[in-house]
């Protein structure tokens, strides 16, 4: 069965610092990855995706994510972080060779960046 | 929220009432989604279809019925059936040609239980 681990509820770190939000994955095939973001009372805004190739994917507002297929992780990364930054974030995976096309979603990672 | 609208963003529901959650796209997308969203438990599948005049149950389809006459929209009733119905409800939709499955996601309808 396929399924995706966010082991954090939340996770905090100050303006300007980097972050790392972490992500682990389990399915029976080879992964479709993908970091989607959600504001409050909003929906969800999709951030980057790993599909092949590079493990390191480069997305919208300055992250990346780091496909890892020995761990099975994904872990998505910013270098700096801005209070903007400041939402629920959401890791989501699909089986390559599941035909129903589902994507199943991870329990959200809350983000707080402290001024 | 890209071309996928969903109205109306709050709604209030007595119990014992039926009540449909309507989602829009123009984006000709061919497979829309259905999810529910409660604190600290992600989003969980409802229903999907992959094509006009077709839909799947998803893993917590029980008290909840769609349609999807038109290509356009994908409505979900929430019936009486559904026990606990309070929560936040979110439409999505993707290409079906799109294997790695990107979907695009509307802004939500917060449906609450009086």
């Known amino acids: 069965a396929q399924s995706v681990a966010q082991p954090e509820d939340q996770v905090n770190v100050a303006e300007g610092n980097p972050l790392t939000v972490k992500c682990t994955y389990s399915v029976s095939g080879n992964p479709y990855l993908f970091w989607y973001v959600q504001y409050p009372n909003r929906g969800l805004q999709f951030l980057l995706k790993y599909i092949t190739g590079d493990n390191l994917v480069k997305g919208s507002y300055g992250f990346e994510a780091e496909f890892n297929k020995s761990q099975t992780s994904f872990h998505l990364k910013k270098p700096s972080a801005l209070v903007s930054d400041s939402a629920l974030y959401f890791c989501?995976?699909?089986?390559?060779?599941?035909?129903?096309?589902?994507?199943?979603f991870g329990s959200g990672t809350r983000l707080l960046v402290r001024p | 929220d890209g071309g996928i609208t969903q109205s109306p963003k709050y709604l209030f529901r007595k119990e014992g009432q039926n009540v449909t959650l309507s989602c829009e796209q123009n984006?000709?997308?061919?497979?829309m989604y259905w999810y529910r969203q409660d604190p600290g438990q992600g989003l969980r599948l409802i229903y999907y279809?992959?094509?006009?005049?077709?839909?799947q149950k998803g893993d917590i389809a029980e008290g909840y019925s769609v349609s999807r006459e038109k290509k356009e929209s994908f409505p979900l009733t929430v019936t009486s059936a559904q026990k606990n119905p309070t929560a936040f409800y979110l439409c999505?939709?993707?290409?079906?040609?799109?294997?790695?499955?990107?979907?695009?996601f509307g802004p939500g309808t917060r449906l609450t239980v009086l």
């Open positions: 999505a939709s993707s290409l079906r040609t799109d294997q790695y499955n990107e979907q695009f």
């Open positions: 279809s992959q094509i006009v005049n077709d839909f």
């Open positions: 989501a995976v699909r089986d390559r060779m599941d035909s129903s096309y589902k994507l199943i």
């Open positions: 984006l000709n997308h061919d497979a």
